[in-house]
C-alpha cells in the first residue's frame, strides 16, 4: 500500500502559469482534503470531497479549483498561480464519519511561485 | 474564537522532563480531538485521539479531554530529543476536520 500519493514534490511557477497537483489514494477512504501550510499559520483547508462526486470549500478556497475524479484521485488546480500561493501544499484522506478517525497524509508539494 | 486554538510556542522542555501541550476549541467543533506530530520537512502523523472527559494514555504520551473547559492536553513524560517537532490539535467540523496552527516543541538534551 502507498497511502497516499502526491505529485509533484516541488515545483516553481511564474506568476500567471498554471498547473494541476495530483493526489491518490489506495485506502479506499471516501473523504479527501487539500489543505496548504504556510509558516505559523498552521494546516488550512483549501478544499474536500466528503465523497465520490461532491466537493466543498474550505477556509481559503479563492484562486484554486479541485475535481473529485474518482474514489482514489482528488486533484488541485491553479489557473492563474501568484506569489501569495508560495506554500507546501498537503493532499489527505480518511474514513471520518464511517468509523474511522485517522487522516492520512501524503508527503507534500513544495511550491514557489516568482 | 477560532474553532481550534494553540499556543505557537515554541516550547523547550529539558530532556527527560513532562512536556505539556495545550489546545482550546469552540462550541462548533464535535467533540473528537486528535493530536498530530509532524517533524520538519515532513507531513503530519496522528499520535492520539481522544472521545471522552478525562485521561488516555499510550506509553510516553497522555491526551487529556475536560470539556467543562473546554480543553485538550497532550503529555509526554520521560521527553526524547526525538520528540522536537510541531504538535498539532485538530477537531471534526461537520464533514471536514480543522486544524490548530500548531505548537512547536523543542526537547533539550
Known amino acids: 500500500n502507498a497511502g497516499v500519493t502526491q505529485t509533484p514534490k516541488f515545483q516553481v511557477l511564474k506568476t500567471g502559469q498554471s498547473m494541476t497537483l495530483q493526489c491518490a489514494q489506495d485506502m479506499n477512504h471516501n473523504s479527501m482534503y487539500w489543505y496548504r501550510q504556510d509558516p505559523g499559520m498552521g494546516l488550512r483547508l483549501i478544499y474536500y470531497?466528503?465523497?465520490?462526486?461532491t466537493t466543498d470549500k474550505g477556509e481559503v478556497p479563492n484562486g484554486y479549483n479541485v475535481s473529485r475524479l474518482n474514489k482514489r484521485e482528488f486533484s488541485l488546480r491553479l489557473e492563474s498561480a501568484a506569489p501569495s500561493q508560495t506554500s507546501v501544499y498537503f493532499c489527505?484522506?480518511?474514513?471520518w464519519g464511517q468509523g474511522s478517525d485517522t487522516q492520512y497524509f501524503g508527503p507534500g508539494t513544495r511550491l514557489t511561485v516568482l | 474564537q477560532k474553532e481550534v486554538e494553540q499556543n505557537s510556542g515554541p516550547l523547550s522542555v529539558p530532556e527527560g522532563a513532562i512536556a505539556s501541550l495545550n489546545c482550546t476549541y469552540s462550541d462548533r467543533v464535535s467533540q473528537s480531538f486528535f493530536w498530530y506530530r509532524q517533524y520538519s520537512g515532513k507531513s503530519p502523523e496522528l499520535i492520539m485521539s481522544?472521545?471522552?472527559?478525562g485521561d488516555k494514555e499510550d506509553g510516553r504520551f497522555t491526551a487529556q479531554l475536560n470539556k467543562a473547559s473546554q480543553y485538550v492536553s497532550l503529555l509526554i513524560r520521560d521527553s526524547q530529543p526525538s520528540d522536537s517537532a510541531t504538535y498539532l490539535c485538530?477537531?471534526?467540523?461537520?464533514?471536514?476536520?480543522?486544524f490548530g496552527k500548531g505548537t512547536r516543541l523543542h526537547i533539550l538534551p
Open positions: 481522544i472521545y471522552s472527559n
Open positions: 485538530a477537531a471534526p467540523l461537520g464533514d471536514k476536520i480543522i
Open positions: 470531497s466528503a465523497s465520490e462526486g
Open positions: 489527505a484522506s480518511s474514513d
